[in-house]
């Protein structure tokens, strides 16, 4: 057998079987239980500590 029926068969086989298992466990990471406070302080840093829009640079003397 070549090496690229081989690795063929693998990935048909046992590889689409780990990618599968690794979509899985990053659906089961980003929805775990207690993970809603975490992603909404990272979804709130660009409104972190600003009372008004930054300086364009043609503003600045």
């Not at 086989?13 to 990618?19: A, E, H, R």
């Not at 660009?46 to 930054?54: H, M, Q, T, V």
């Amino acid at each position: 057998m070549d090496t690229y029926s081989v690795m063929r068969h693998f990935a048909d086989s046992w590889g689409m079987l780990g990618i599968f298992a690794v979509f899985i466990f990053v659906v089961f990471w980003a929805f775990r239980p207690g993970s809603r406070k975490v992603h909404d302080d990272i979804a709130n840093i660009p409104f972190r500590n600003e009372d008004k829009p930054a300086e364009s640079k043609e503003a600045r003397p």
